[in-house]
């Protein structure tokens, strides 16, 4: 079974600095992985998904994310946060030969100004 | 406009008092899946649907139902609520995942629960 971890719970940040949400994940097999949005009062949105080819991936809002495999990790950045990506942000891991999605335990990103 | 339809997105209840949440899809989806988020849990999955009269358990299934008896809808039934059903939950939605890789799943708005 695959298992998502997310080391940080809440992350303030101020408007205009850079912040990294980290994401650990631990599967046996070749796996998919996804970093969702959750804006206030709000369902999930994709912000973006590793499939397969380039380890650095970029998503909308300006998000990137970088799949490193040897360390198990998929890293969300933004060079430069607004007021309006104060959200929960969830990264998820699917299992290439499964159908299970599994979710991290969320990272609240405070933006202040 | 694609998307997926909660109802209700609110709702306090007492113990023992049977409910039903909605969740309605446009997009010909064959994959419906129900999910709860509580604090400091994420999102844990309840029930998943692959297609019409296809259903399976999810990571948390105790205390809920679901049928998927139309392809567009997947209602998620509380038969005795209780307080530990307290919660908010979604409901998504996406093409077959065993077609698509990508299994870029559309979330409902959600659904806050109070069981008391």
């Known amino acids: 079974a695959q298992s998502v971890t997310q080391l940080d719970s809440q992350v303030p940040v101020f408007e205009e600095a850079p912040v990294e949400l980290r994401c650990n994940y631990s599967s046996s097999v070749s796996v998919y992985l996804f970093w969702y949005v959750q804006y206030p009062n709000q369902g999930l949105q994709l912000l973006l998904k590793?499939?397969?080819?380039?380890?650095l991936v970029k998503g909308i809002n300006g998000f990137e994310a970088e799949f490193n495999k040897s360390q198990t990790s998929f890293h969300l950045r933004k060079p430069s946060v607004h007021i309006s990506d104060t959200a929960e942000y969830f990264c998820?891991?699917?299992?290439?030969?499964?159908?299970?999605?599994?979710f991290g335990a969320g990272t609240t990103v405070t933006v202040r100004a | 406009e694609a998307q997926v339809t909660q109802n209700p997105r609110y709702l306090i209840t007492v113990t023992g008092k049977k409910l039903t949440v909605t969740c309605s899809q446009n997009m010909n989806h064959e994959y419906m899946s129900w999910y709860r988020q509580d604090p400091g849990l994420g999102l844990r999955q309840i029930y998943y649907?692959?297609?019409?009269?296809?259903?399976d358990k999810g990571d948390v299934p105790e205390g809920y139902k679901v049928s998927r008896k139309e392809k567009r809808n997947f209602p998620l039934i509380l038969e005795s609520p209780s307080p530990n059903q307290t919660s908010l939950y979604f409901c998504?939605?996406?093409?077959?995942?065993?077609?698509?890789?990508?299994?870029?799943?559309?979330f409902g708005a959600g659904s806050r629960l109070t069981v008391l």
């Open positions: 590793y499939l397969s080819g380039s380890t």
């Open positions: 998820a891991v699917r299992p290439s030969n499964d159908y299970k999605l599994s």
């Open positions: 998504a939605s996406s093409l077959d995942i065993r077609r698509s890789g990508a299994n870029v799943l559309t």
């Open positions: 649907s692959m297609n019409v009269e296809v259903t």
